[in-house]
């Protein structure tokens, strides 16, 4: 079995980061909302293991304006990036700063990272703000490098959900055609909304690390195979999902088991594991 | 009378699995300065066990198989949620469990400045949620 690219990770509990950063000690407890203690950076390299993972997409979340802090800078993301060859950096900017599309070029070509993240609910912008968001999407489609947004529930004690509902991208989608998004979490729990877009729209995808209650089986299960159903999954998504765990938030390995737990055929499995992802980020690999 | 402690850590490679710690009770006994007395081996995780077994990598597999046979990983365990205080998904019901089964600690008595076991038991560190960095603590207590 090839093994797995991981589309949604936090480098959040990395002791080797936290440990001579107190401002990022204190963003991850108090806005993202992990208080677990850290771990050396080979934790986070042997859950990968253990997963089948072979890299991981870091994602750092630029909260400046919102609560004075960044959740992992881009500068850190790329020194980890570069330590490591199975981690993928990802940027952040903050879309309510001016500068925002320009700090994500910089980003892109100076440090390396090769997408976007942003956070509505977090970052408290307004997803189809054509002054303040739109001109970041427009820098982020002209690089040609993906967006992965959070929509849906969040679990951070400070973050909005009501700014995170996915519909409001459609918007986005049709300004700019060609910009690649990622929905995380599959916008649950508007799975159906965020569904709807990436059925109607082949450049939006969809991440599967659903967890609300239950084990990472129940909930995925719940989503895509009672709410969407394998068959739409398989005969119109099946380049469209991607595998994301949300680490540290849930455990990687739980993820994957979840799943394989529902059974998918070989070749679906292998798009959803690896190779959209790989389709996504533009890694060169020979298929078989 | 001595009260020797000590917090050792350990990284742990696998989802599960068992790490033998006899050479490191036996150092800390050893340098410990007691002669006649108890040495207790803890974990200070809940999703962790001690335990004793014949080192053999057959039982190993075995101990850990009748585990996940015991406490199956699909039941409908009602810790499985969000938990505020961790900012984590609490998923891992499983591990407690099988954590519970076998225990959090094992003890020996030392003579003569000596573990006093048998030439078959061996001491495990039990990875039931790994992998992750963990710690266990050596405490030796006697007469010195």
């Not at chain 1, 982020?140 to 992965?148: R, S, T």
């Not at chain 1, 995925?220 to 969407?228: D, E, F, G, H």
């Not at chain 1, 529902?262 to 292998?270: F, I, M, T, Y």
């Not at chain 1, 389709?279 to 298929?287: N, S, V």
């Amino acid at each position: 079995m090839t093994p797995a690219i991981d589309i949604h990770t936090h480098p959040l509990q990395i002791e080797e980061l936290v440990r001579d950063d107190p401002a990022l000690a204190r963003a991850v407890r108090e806005v993202f909302g992990l208080k677990m203690p850290a771990q050396p950076l080979r934790t986070f390299l042997l859950h990968m293991d253990a997963a089948d993972i072979d890299r991981a997409v870091l994602l750092p979340i630029d909260c400046t304006t919102a609560h004075g802090c960044v959740i992992v800078s881009n500068e850190q993301i790329a020194r980890l990036a570069e330590a490591e060859p199975r981690f993928i950096g990802f940027a952040s900017v903050d879309p309510n700063l001016p500068d925002a599309p320009r700090a994500l070029e910089h980003a892109v070509t100076s440090y390396g990272l090769r997408g976007l993240k942003l956070d509505p609910a977090l970052q408290r912008f307004e997803i189809d703000d054509e002054r303040h968001a739109f001109p970041v999407y427009a820098r982020c489609a002209e690089l040609d490098v993906p967006l992965l947004i959070h929509c849906g529930h969040t679990w951070s004690p400070v973050g909005r959900a009501t700014l995170a509902h996915p519909l409001r991208l459609e918007a986005v989608v049709q300004a700019f055609p060609t910009l690649k998004i990622v929905i995380a979490h599959f916008g649950w729990p508007w799975v159906n909304e965020a569904v709807m877009l990436a059925l109607r729209y082949p450049t939006v995808h969809l991440d599967t690390s659903i967890l609300f209650s239950g084990t990472p089986s129940e909930s995925i299960r719940q989503a895509l195979t009672t709410t969407i159903g394998l068959d739409t999954l398989d005969r119109s998504l099946s380049r469209q999902v991607l595998f994301g765990s949300n680490y540290p938030r849930v455990d990687p390995k739980r993820v994957a088991w979840a799943i394989d737990d529902l059974g998918l055929r070989p070749a679906l499995r292998q798009r959803i594991f690896r190779d959209n992802a790989a389709d996504l980020l533009g890694l060169e690999e020979k298929r078989p | 009378m001595i009260a020797k402690l000590e917090r050792i850590g350990l990284q742990t490679t696998r989802d599960t699995q068992l790490i033998d710690l006899t050479p490191t009770v036996l150092e800390v006994v050893a340098g410990s300065g007691v002669c006649d007395g108890r040495v207790f081996v803890n974990t200070l995780h809940t999703t962790t066990a001690i335990t004793v077994n014949e080192g053999l990598p057959d039982l190993e597999d075995d101990l850990l198989a009748l585990l996940a046979d015991l406490v199956p990983p699909d039941r409908p365990y009602r810790h499985a949620r969000f938990l505020h205080a961790d900012g984590q998904m609490a998923v891992n019901a499983p591990s407690h469990l099988r954590g519970a089964l076998l225990g959090m600690h094992v003890s020996f008595p030392v003579a003569d400045g000596k573990v006093v076991r048998g030439s078959r038991q061996t001491i495990y560190f039990v990875e039931l949620d790994g992998p992750l960095f963990r710690e266990y603590t050596v405490q030796v207590v006697g007469e010195r």
